[in-house]
């Protein structure tokens, strides 16, 4: 009788423990796992390319523009005026080829002319007097800085224009221009007809 009555115990028990235990496993996952559903993202700050922010924020920018034109042909660049490229670099590689070719020459007969004004030395290009190789070689260096005036006004014209175009990119020109032409006649004088012209501007 009382084998059985601890039998009849001990398969309570194991019931009991089996209905328990999936609870506390349960419990125990989630205590140690979070909910799934949950998804937290950590923020992400992925900075733009710096040249693609310089050429799209705040565009056009004048003084971005004035401050690429450092670089000759990069200010147009940055205002899309790509068919102006050629004459900026056509100009400039014009005036650097004039400064190659004037101070070449200039050397040439500067040596000449000193060689002739020292008996010690063998005269360079002795067909040509000295007044005439003074005269070339005062020329030729007179050329030589203009060349470089120029090489120097060219390359602030480029970065002018540049300035300039970016301010003039935004400017809004309406195409819906007229001139109303009017005929006015003078209170106090009936005798004097006057001639006004309106121009209209707006949309």
């Known amino acids: 009788m009382i084998g ?6 001990l ?10 235990t999936p609870l506390v496993a349960q419990d125990s996952l989630q205590v140690n796992n979070p909910p799934t559903g949950l998804i937290i993202e950590a923020p992400t700050n992925k900075k733009k390319p710096f040249l693609k922010n310089y050429f799209k924020e705040d565009y056009p920018s004048p003084k971005k523009a004035i401050t690429l ?13 790509y068919w102006k490229l050629p004459l900026v670099y056509g100009a400039l590689g014009g005036v650097i080829y004039l400064i190659d070719y004037n101070t070449g020459r200039y050397k040439l007969y500067r040596d000449a002319y000193a060689t002739r004004l020292d008996d010690d030395l063998e005269n360079l290009l002795p067909a040509i007097p000295t007044t005439a190789l003074k005269v070339r070689r005062d020329g030729f260096d007179k050329n030589r800085q203009l060349s470089w005036i120029g090489l ?3 390359y602030l014209i480029s970065a002018g224009d540049a300035f300039v175009d970016a301010h003039l990119k ?34």
């Open 170 to 203: 935004d400017f809004n020109v309406d195409d819906n221009i007229s001139i109303v032409p009017t005929i006015q006649a003078e209170p106090f004088q009936p005798n004097t007809i006057g001639l006004s012209i309106t121009i209209n501007l707006s949309k």
């Open 11 to 20: 398969i309570i028990l194991l019931a009991c423990c089996a209905k328990w």
């Open 152 to 154: 120097i006004g060219f």
């Open 4 to 9: 059985r009555n601890i039998s009849i115990l």
């Open 69 to 81: 034109a450092i670089v000759p042909g990069m200010g147009q660049i940055y205002n899309k005026r």
